[in-house]
Each structure stands twice: as structure tokens, then as C-alpha cells.
């Protein structure tokens, strides 16, 4: 496979330590982070040849983003340098029913400033297998779309495939400005990425009597949703091109409603420890996690951390006897009743010569 690039903005996230709220906080917690960066770091990880396309002021806090894209393996060749400021937001992450925080500082940043032909995609294409947006670079300015058009139709000419994650983001902008742009957009796409909300706020197309604040899902109007998205963008594009839609549900869709023919993709994805809650699209167990729930189910060796350890570590570390109960590994004692207790001080004092430690 070849290249993979993704274009989208850089940002500084800063954030409280823990779950600390903005007005408890005295420091944040600095990251680099991005939609697209995000994305190119994590197929880095699986060995694929990753570009991240973007542009950063030129100074020292840009440069330690780029040097942290480095570190994980992602492609920097491209990333061009100038404009005004690099984009900022703000997080305070939620703890149980209250939910995340969000404040965006990222308006007149260098990326929003890009104008059509400041990139060479000529360039970035060669030997490029895939191009990779989401709808929150789309938000940034209103000179980013025609940046995106200009970048997708030379992706076609190079038989790069594009795909898209419409991610849409309300504090961003609003669902009647996100239609004009992305029906525009999604004609040059081949793999269309997002959720129920997504496709209703920013293409127009409503999954049934969905309603994602309820937790009201209408499963079987999602295949409908689909085949509306592909009918859609093949009329809106050139020729006969039928895109692959994947929808991904945040709640587990019956086996009877799966369909992945003809370019749909319906998937049902479930969080391993909450059962049919949550909204999350991609759920990832690490190798080595999976590999120790198999052993789990087949009562091999003993497990700790999602590591497989030898059986002889947890034969050895005894800790002192305390309160007369019995030495177990780790501290764990035996519990024993009064009765035994007292049965055991009988015994010893029996055996003491008399006059020792007796009371007169």
C-alpha cells in the first residue's frame, strides 16, 4: 500500500491534570493534537507510510508539534511554515454524567489563512495511495473547502483514493453552512466515514425516527441512510462513481440489519465494558489484551496487567505474619476464629517453664 496523506490542522491542546474542572485548575497539561494528525499517527503505528499536510507559524512551540509527529512516525516533508498563530483548544473532560468542555481558540490561524495553490499536490500524490479529511478542516475557514476541492481533484487524477470523515463539530459552525460545503466535497469521495448525527447535520439525510439525545435509534432505517448517501454523491459526482458509505452505529445493530454489499457498510460497534451504551465509533483492544482474555477463558497461567507472567512470580514474596494469621503471597492471610486463637495461646503458654512473664 502506498502513502497515506492527511490533511487537516495542528493544534495545541491544553487541559486540566485529572478530572480537575477550568476554575480548579492552576496548570495545564500540554498535547499536539488533530483530527487528521491523530490519524496518520495511529497508521503509523501499524507500520503504514503516512504524510501529514499542514501549515504552522513559524516558532519554536510549531516546530515541537512537528518534532512530536516525528516521534510517532508520521511524515513531516510537507508541512509548510507561516501565518499568524497555531490553534488552540481548551479541554475539561468530563467524569460520569457530566460531560466534556470544549473552548476553541482557533480563529486567524495559519491553516485557515491557506489559499488554493499554496500546496504542491502534484508533489504530495506521488506515490500516495489514499488522501485522508475530515469535516472539522472543512470548518476552518471558507477558503479551506476550495482548498479541499483543489486537493481532491488532483487526487482523482493520480488514482488516489479519498476518504472522508464527516466528524461534524456544532461550536465549529452551524448544520446549514456544513451541507453547502460537504455535498460540494463528498462527490470526489470513495470512503464516506460518520454516524447518524453526522449525516443529518451535515448531508441531510435523517436516519428514520433516530434521536441520538434519547437514545431512540431507529436501526432499521440505517440501510435506507446508506444506499440515500450513495445515490446522492453518485448523482452529485462524475459518472457512474458509486462510493463505499460505511455508517457506524454507537449501539449494536442484530445481525439481521448487517448489510456490506454494493458498497454499503453497516457496522455495529460496542464498547467491551458497557454493554450497548455509550457513542463511541471505533473500539480498539491491544494485541497483547486480547491475547490474555483468550487465556482467561481457557484458565491458563495467571494474568496481571494484560501481561501473561510466569506462574513461579507469584509463588514467591511473602510478606510477615501479622495478627497470627497464616503467610499467603502478596500479604493475604487466612482468617482464623477466636476460638482457634485462643485454642493456639493455650497451647503456648503450656509449654513456657512457670515464673516466666507470669503474673505474680
Known sequence: MGRIVCFGEVMLRLGPEGYYRFHQADRFVLNYTGA???AAVALSQFGME????TKLPDHAIAKAAVAELKKFGAGTRFIQFGGERMGVYFIEKGASQRASKVIYDRKNTSISAVRPGEFDWETIFEGASAFLFSGVTAALSDTIPDVLAEA???AKEKGVKIFCDLNYRKNLWTPEKAQVTMKRLVKYVDVLVGNEEDSEKMLGVKAGASDVHKGELD???YVDVAKQLQRGIRLRGRGHHAPQVDIRLGQQVVR???HERNGLS??????PDRGQGGRRRLVHVRPHVRHAQRLRQQEGP???GGRLLPETQYRIGFQPRLGGGDRRP???RRLRTSAAMKKSATKRSAGREPGKGDAR
Open 152 to 154: 481532491c481533484e488532483k
Open 256 to 258: 439481521d440489519a448487517l
Open 36 to 38: 487528521e494528525a491523530n
Open 50 to 53: 503516512t504524510e501529514v499536510v
Open 302 to 304: 495467571r494474568i496481571r
Open 219 to 221: 436501526t432499521a432505517s
Open 266 to 271: 453497516l457496522q455495529g460497534v460496542r464498547h
Open 330 to 332: 502478596y500479604g493475604r
